[in-house]
């Protein structure tokens, strides 16, 4: 079948970067709400204290900006999978402070994979081996 759009074909390098600033942009938002509801989420486990609040913030705020500039794009793709699924525990576990609801984290999972398969796309500063 014919592509209706076949100019557009030659862009297709660009779509890993909108994924890229797609998941960058959900997790700079994440951040931003658990640091808005860091005492509701401290009060939660007050056994960790206020550090693993703060860790989550500053991971969440990291992978973002890896994924944001395109540096270790697979390793922060990984990042992102892993930090997810814990997510979706957290979600089940404490629906209190849900943030994002789990179809959201299943579609960040999935462009995280697809990122991890495809790379980062265009202006990404991985290196190729």
Not at 10 to 20: D, H, M, N, S, W
Not at 56 to 68: E, K, Q, S, W
Request: hydrophobic content about 60%; charged content about 10%; glycine content about 6%.
């Amino acid at each position: 079948m014919l592509t209706p759009f076949p100019d557009l074909l030659v862009l297709g390098f660009f779509a890993p970067t909108l994924l890229r600033i797609a998941v960058a942009v959900v997790l700079l938002y994440l951040a931003y709400h658990q640091y808005m509801r860091k005492q509701e989420i401290i009060s939660l486990r007050p056994s960790f204290g206020t550090s693993l609040s703060w860790a989550a913030i500053i991971f969440n705020i990291v992978v973002a900006l890896m994924l944001l500039f395109g540096y270790y794009t697979q390793v922060a793709a990984l990042l992102v999978v892993a930090s997810q699924v814990y997510g979706m525990w957290a979600n089940k576990r404490y629906p209190s402070v849900v943030i994002v609801p789990n179809s959201t984290v299943v579609l960040l999972i999935i462009i995280s994979l697809s990122l991890l398969i495809s790379g980062g796309g265009a202006f990404a500063q991985d290196l190729r081996l």
